[in-house]
């Protein structure tokens, strides 16, 4: 897992699991605590994420909040796109252009940004 970018956008890459959730949690904190305005996550180039992955990102969705920033996913993968959906995510997390329609996605229950 790889994450590089300033305190308003930032890249995450490789793998978002247990094995690097304290290093991941540890760079957003940083970037949430030290910024304004929104936090944008471009995960295209993220390659998979487990539970725990899933969990900094809301871990990191609730910090923003707390300092009256939103945290922005942006080029979420379809098989993630899925995830977000299975789980309702979709409905909590701001999404970057919405999700795709298609695939199992639901047009009517995809957030636009």
Not at 18 to 34: F, G, W
Not at 84 to 103: D, M, Q, S, W
């Amino acid at each position: 897992m790889y994450i590089r970018g300033e305190h308003a956008e930032l890249v995450v890459g490789g793998r978002l699991d247990v094995r690097s959730a304290a290093d991941a949690r540890a760079v957003l904190h940083t970037a949430i605590d030290s910024g304004r305005g929104d936090l944008v996550l471009d995960l295209t180039e993220l390659d998979s994420w487990d539970a725990t992955g899933l969990g900094v990102i809301m871990g990191a969705h609730r910090r923003a909040g707390r300092a009256g920033r939103r945290l922005v996913l942006r080029g979420v993968p379809a098989r993630m796109q899925r995830l977000l959906v299975a789980t309702k995510l979709h409905r909590i997390l701001a999404i970057e252009g919405g999700l795709a329609v298609g695939a199992g996605l639901e047009a009517e229950a995809m957030p636009r940004v």
